[in-house]
């Protein structure tokens, strides 16, 4: 459970955020611009609306999110 908390503690957006957040509102058509909209250092609040907007748990939305930043730096 430790490294589930680190994991997720440690997480921070990396990239280019609007070209992320379009790809999350082509995939997730219920975002709007004030659910993806982001301030460096506030992953957190960020994370909570989309918990909530999208009933996915925080885990399963790094993972997504991530995936996406990966994407991008190829």
């Known amino acids: 459970m430790y490294s589930q908390t680190k994991y ?9 955020w609007a070209v992320q957040s ?3 509102r082509r995939k997730f ?4 611009d004030e659910d993806l909209k982001f301030e460096k250092g506030k ?3 960020l994370l909570k609306r989309l918990e909530e907007k999208l009933n996915k ?3 399963e ?3 997504i999110i991530q995936k996406g930043q ?3 730096a190829k």
């Open 57 to 59: 748990k925080r885990e």
């Open 29 to 32: 058509a219920q975002l709007t």
């Open 70 to 72: 990966n994407a991008k």
């Open 8 to 16: 997720i503690a440690a997480f921070a957006i990396t990239g280019d």
């Open 61 to 63: 939305l790094i993972d």
């Open 22 to 24: 379009k790809s999350l």
């Open 43 to 45: 992953e957190d609040d």
